[in-house]
């Protein structure tokens, strides 16, 4: 939440501890380059624009076809990427199909491999922490997805605290047995945690560095081989980042990276047949996966994400900028966006719409506080506003116009931080709520309110939804949150007068609730549910007791 003493915080102590690390390991080239990068996040433009590869058993290469991205603040071309089509696929399956279904490393096989990547995380974790290698990252996370300073570097916060976590010897912790007394001597049985072996990891464009990493790096610590492909539009945030870990002792064979469309990715994934493949992004692709892949996938899909404000009215302020945060910072490009706000009776009469609005039209483009849509272009966002506000008692709270002298390409969107007012039960009306509960991936949300004894109407509003990630119950009433909490479902719930949507730290468990194919990020506990599976071993030495006989048949 507070980005700039959090830098602060990571520089003061990178001056020191960080910095001898990177000093002893003559890791400067010169004034302006890091020793892992190949290129110049600002110096990024059409006169010089920059290259992604592909990784494949070793080694990265390059590709028959080049994919122009165009620079989404001013649409000139700037990255050309690598992509593999469905006819260059072969190294990545082959690379796939090499890797046994017991892993890389498991408790019985190579465990130094645990060792070796608490050191590997512990390495990239101080490269993180150094000033020049986090603006690097920062940078490159803006020039691809705009977003400001203090949002870019909070992934690259996240991230580094997350290797931090796992340094030393906390990879092999993850990989934790347990044993049970048997029925007699000699007989005793183990759990393990199992790596699946070969698997697949797709990630989106709006995290291009948080995502990917934390869930790589999970498959990798429990003993898999991942193939990994990022939304191409910012893959060159991650190229860069497997160069860095490169640079940090990670195998170059350990992991594929791959840049293709989907219908490429799909063939990779038909053909190669990873034992557990990872989705994060929309909901439509992850149920299409689902069933090409007959189940093994885990999914971290799309949320139209609520928040309750309850009967207490407190810090209005502190409320008011928590709303704005949690629905415009990124452009309302988080999975975890307040997408619907249900505002009790009390703070209806409030100054929190007035205020949440100041705050909203105070973002700018200049500062990338408000700025590009990469998935829903300008007309499908008004289009949008323009059929919700023929709903009976609907209006426009404030927002809902174009941007205003830009040069954002017309592929994408720009539009003012948007809120549109809906009667509660109008919402609930079987022709309108499909409607009013779409996801917008964009600055935009709806607003309603709810009297006393309308809190059941705002439950049955919730119930019908169908992605559970994260919600807040905005209340320091215990009995309103025991009744909320205790009624709902979303997978990361935050609760209490602070309580927000977005801004999911390293320390917990990120993710959905409700579906048994849900993945969580981050903690020891998603990345046990997500990259491993439970083997049980049963010992049974004997001896066979003295005098046994066979028995009769059974």
Partial sequence: MHRIVLQREIRSRASHKALSWFSSSNLFRSVHSLPFATVEAEGISGSQPAEVQNLVQGKWTGSAAWNTLVDPLNGEPFIKVAEVDGNGIQPFVESLSKCPKHGLHNPFKSPERYLLYGDISAKAANMLALPKVSDFFTRLIQRVSPKSYQQAFGEVYVTQKFLENFSGDQVRFLARSFAVPGNHIGQQSHGYRWPYGPVAIITPFNFPLEIPVLQLMGALYMGNKPVLKVDSKVSIVMEQMMRLLHYCGLPAEDVDFINSDGKTMNKVLMEANPRMTLFTGSSRIAEKLA?????????????????????????????????????????????????????????????????TKDLAERRKLADLTVGPVLTVTTEAMLEHKKKLLQISGSK????????????????????????????????????????????????????????????????????????HLTAAVVSNDPFFLQDVIGKTVNGTTYAGLRARTTGAPQNHWFGPAGDPRGAGIGTPEAIKLVWSCHREIIYDFGPVPRGWEIPPST
């Avoid at 009215?313 to 249900?342: H, N, P």
Wanted: proline letters at 6%; hydrophobic letters at 40%.
């Fill in 291 to 355: 069933v090409d892949l007959k189940g093994h996938v885990k999914l971290e899909d799309a949320g139209f994400d609520w928040k309750i404000l309850g009967p207490d009215v407190e810090e209005v302020d502190y409320v008011a900028w928590v709303c704005d945060q949690d629905a415009y910072a990124c452009s309302g490009q988080k999975c975890s966006a307040q997408s619907i706000l249900f505002m009790h009776e009390n703070w209806s009469t409030s100054s929190l719409i007035s205020k």
């Fill in 396 to 467: 426009l709270l404030f927002g809902g116009e174009p941007l205003e002298n830009h040069s954002i390409p017309a592929i994408y969107g720009a539009i003012k931080p948007t809120a549109i007012y809906i009667p509660l039960e109008e919402i609930l009306k079987p022709t309108n709520y499909e409607l009013v509960t779409k996801e917008i991936f964009g600055p935009f949300q709806i607003i309603t309110d709810y009297k006393k004894d309308q809190l059941p109407m705002v439950l049955d509003a919730l119930e019908r939804m169908h992605a």
